[in-house]
């Protein structure tokens, strides 16, 4: 495993790829460092997964560049294949094989590595080594996924929502252990279209949507970068007048509101100053309120902010 470095893991420039009813990756720019986790957000279809492949050597893009550790795919293929870690947004595994003999299997792919038991035991499948892939829970195939991504001791790993279609203990654990490939100093490339997930895990961030990057940063700087620290939401009683979006824009402290099912957002700069002007002016109307709940901005109201929709999983 590489030191850190202060030269880009991966450098992406320009980066292209359309098919015939759709333009996939549009223009990308990225740089991911040695020994950070770098997230790669966005919904379904924005883009994240034809990205990651054609950085993983899986396809060639239609223009644009792709650089891990100075080298390319055209010129370099061989050398790059025994430092990548690979897991895949859905991997195939033999179900006849046991675990053990699956990551036996990923092991001789690469000239060194680590012992197998060695990476059974990180991702905790010790008391499973023995058990057929088929028989083994959703949670413990992901795991045995990062495992085959492990055992070659990479110097960059590639995880394509690793935790999609989980439930929330094995969500957990996978957490859990991207966390512990973290404080181990790993270089780890994430893509997920789990907004709390993306903000917990990873230093950096780059939200995509339509095959753009449309924000980059920490999660701290794109928090940031919409310029607000808190959000209100509230609902009001049926049949209660409803006060105008740009009525309540105008009150002090709030930047700007939206309506969305029935449920007021409004991006406040400033919680102490918005609430009770929202209340009084709610008051003078005569309108019941039946919920109201305030919280600090987290990405998904940058999202929210930056497309003017949630994050969507079409």
Not at 112 to 122: D, F, R, T
Not at 162 to 170: I, M, R
Request: charged share 25%.
């Amino acid at each position: 495993m590489a030191a850190p470095s202060s030269q880009p893991s991966l450098s992406v420039r320009g980066l292209r790829k359309a098919y015939k009813d759709v333009v996939a990756v549009d223009g990308v720019d990225l740089e991911v460092y040695a020994g950070e986790c770098f997230g790669l957000l966005g919904p379904n279809g924005a883009g994240k997964t034809t990205t990651i492949e054609i950085c993983e050597g899986l396809l060639p893009p239609d223009s644009g560049t792709v650089e891990l550790f100075g080298l390319t795919w055209n010129a370099h293929a061989p050398a790059l294949r025994q430092r990548l870690g690979v897991q895949l947004q859905e991997t195939q595994l033999s179900e006849k094989q046991t675990v053990e003999e699956t990551i036996h299997m990923f092991r001789s792919f690469y000239r060194s590595g680590l012992a197998p038991a060695e990476v059974i035991a990180m991702v905790q499948l010790r008391e499973k080594r023995a058990a057929r892939v088929g028989n083994l829970s959703g949670g413990q195939r992901q795991r045995l996924a990062v495992a085959c991504a492990l055992v070659g001791d990479p110097d960059l790993l590639f995880f394509d929502e690793p935790t999609t279609g989980l439930d929330p203990q094995a969500r957990r654990q996978l957490w859990d252990l991207i966390e512990q490939l973290k404080t181990a100093g790993r270089t780890i490339i994430l893509t997920t279209h789990y907004m709390d997930e993306a903000e917990k895990l990873c230093g950096r961030i780059a939200i995509m949507d339509y095959g753009r990057v449309i924000a980059q940063g920490t999660p701290r700087e794109l928090i940031a970068s919409i310029g607000v620290e808190h959000m209100v939401e509230f609902a009001v009683g049926n049949g209660a007048p409803r006060p105008g979006l740009d009525e309540l824009e105008r009150l002090d402290g709030v930047k700007a509101a939206r309506l969305e099912d029935g449920t007021y957002q409004l991006q406040a700069a400033e919680l102490h100053t918005a609430v009770p002007a929202l209340l009084a002016e709610l008051d003078r109307r005569g309108v019941s309120v039946t919920e109201l709940r305030t919280h600090s901005a987290t990405l998904e109201d940058v999202f929210v902010t930056l497309t003017g929709r949630h994050l969507r999983d079409e």
